[in-house]
């Protein structure tokens, strides 16, 4: 699923990602962490934010141009919430 790196919430090893996602609603939402549990693409600590990022997610529905996604591992938005209806753009399939 498509995400934003806003930026590096913890540059200590393994170092924190603060990414957003925006629902199908057009809410934000915020996801904080370990880079290696979101992603094995290198970001970098320095250059331009936001940037996109794609991480893994598990699809369960698809209707009204809206995927309802899982984030994988285990990973939850900081509002506590691990399942989100997503725009079907902002999903690929694997």
Request: zero cysteines.
């Amino acid at each position: 699923m498509r995400t934003k790196v806003l930026g590096w919430a913890d540059t200590d090893f393994p170092g924190t990602l603060e990414l957003a996602l925006i629902d199908a609603e057009g809410a934000e939402h915020r996801v904080l962490e370990k880079a290696a549990v979101l992603t094995s693409t290198d970001v970098p600590g320095e250059g331009p934010l936001p940037r996109e990022l794609w991480i893994r997610g598990e699809s369960s529905e698809t209707a009204n141009g809206r995927v309802r996604v899982a984030l994988a591992y285990g990973v939850e938005t900081t509002d506590g919430l691990a399942v989100l209806d997503l725009p079907i753009d902002d999903v690929v399939w694997l």
